[in-house]
């Protein structure tokens, strides 16, 4: 379990024994802590506060830091009391339970609040779409990706945070960006993490046989890509193997980004679980209010103000050969069991 003691003099932690088997920290060293910047996760089970002179953000800033089901132990005085109107009182301390996944937006260290990191499918565009019209989310829906696209993390990342920020309208509650390629360019995630450790990432899932099926149509679309689906998919098979990844190789890995267990695995390394959500193309396209509950209770706003959820599958216009789906999803057998275990759910995929 992790704990974490905030401290303004060595005298505290001699009075509370208890506290030598715990992560500690000097009172003013916290703000490095939850900018990802320190030795220690961000992210702690139950966290002590025994100074008593924080402001608001500072202490929002420490409860953003509690797991779910996580406990905030601070000093008894009134100005904390008021700052939480829900508490109980256990000795010294005011108690404050975190209940799910909600946090506090911090003005002075606002970034970014939701990533769609992933991955590139037939109703990416749409799913912006529907978020942007939520009137407490702002995400770019420019038809340029170009412009409503980032790439901060993958190939912008020179222009420094100033350029990131300015893409997005900090007058809404929350503020998110879409770049698809970033669950499969994992060299992105300690860049992202420096941005903000407490970032909420959703992930759409695409049966991968399908995905690499589509990746193929946009190139020939957009690229004037010349290769057939076969032999992009060979290129990419014997060929591409021993590429590095970046954002510009990986413009003809149609395969290897298909492979989604190796990929979240290292994600997971990364963020705590409750702040990646991971939804399936396949469920969305079924029932989206459904699935965009899921999203609107992920993103701690009101699931009742989408408006006119639209979601069409662009794939289903095209049609996949069934002797290269059976290729493929034979390829990607093992992983998609191991994703199956991993998330504990069903793909039908396979």
Known sequence: MSKLVLYSDESQLTR???????????????????????????HFDKIFVLYDDYELESIQMIFNMLNINGKLYIIKNDKYIDYFPNYKIKKDFLTIIKKNN???????????????????????????YNLSNHPDIYINT???????????????????IDYYKSYFDYSKKIVGEKTPSLLYLKHTFPLIYSVNPHVKIIIVLFNPANRAFYNWIMLKEKWNYTKSFEEAIEDDIYNRVSNNINFYTATLH?????????????????????NILILLEEDILKNKDQEFKKIANFLNVDDDKFSDIIIDDKIKHYKIEEVFYNKLINIYRDDILKLENLLNIKTNWI
């Open 16 to 42: 509370y024994k208890s506290y030598k088997s715990m992560n500690k920290i000097f009172y003013y060293w916290f703000i490095n802590l939850y900018l990802g910047k320190s030795a220690y996760s961000p």
């Open 102 to 128: 909600i946090q506090y937006t911090i003005p002075t260290y606002r970034t970014v609040e939701f990533i769609i990191g992933g991955v590139q499918s037939s109703i990416a565009e749409l799913l912006t």
């Open 142 to 160: 420019d038809s340029d990706p170009t412009i409503s696209q980032t790439h901060f993390y993958d190939i912008n990342w020179q222009n420094g």
């Open 254 to 274: 149609l395969v290897k980004k298909g492979f989604y267990y190796d990929q979240l695995i290292e994600l997971f390394k990364w963020f705590p679980r409750y």
